[in-house]
Nanobody, 117 residues
Framework: QVQLVESGGGLVRPGESLTLSCVASGFTLEDYDIGWFRQAPGGEETVACSSTSDSVPSYLDSVKGRFTIIRDNARKTISLQMDSLKPEDTARYYC???????????WGQGTQVTVSS
């Protein structure tokens, strides 16, 4: 059974850091692209994606230089390191399996990130 489980969210102050983890099971991680997404009342955004065909990850413009996606196929984990967090980063963050920029068919439950002073 395919499963993606996110963890690491919480309440932080502006300028602080968090690292989110997405642990995969039920499939071979190295065979799939994995993306990080966020949902807020205003909508949904693709934050970052790690592709099996391109070693350079893609990022949402507003998080470039602050967020880093890290793939560890051996440990079946995709992490999202978030630095210099801003209030506008507040959202529920999800990881998903699929193809970067195309389709994502399996999703985790999400983890909440709240940035507030």
């Amino acid at each position: 059974q395919v499963q993606l489980v996110e963890s690491g969210g919480g309440l932080v102050r502006p300028g602080e850091s968090l690292t989110l983890s997405c642990v995969a099971s039920g499939f071979t991680l190295e065979d799939y692209d994995i993306g990080w997404f966020r949902q807020a009342p205003g909508g949904e955004e693709t934050v970052a994606c790690s592709s099996t065909s391109d070693s350079v990850p893609s990022y949402l413009d507003s998080v470039k230089g602050r967020f880093t996606i890290i793939r560890d196929n051996a440990r079946k984990t995709i992490s999202l390191q978030m630095d210099s967090l801003k209030p506008e980063d507040t959202a529920r963050y999800y990881c998903a399996r699929g193809r970067c920029g195309e389709i994502y068919t399996e999703w985790g439950q999400g983890t909440q990130v709240t940035v507030s002073s």
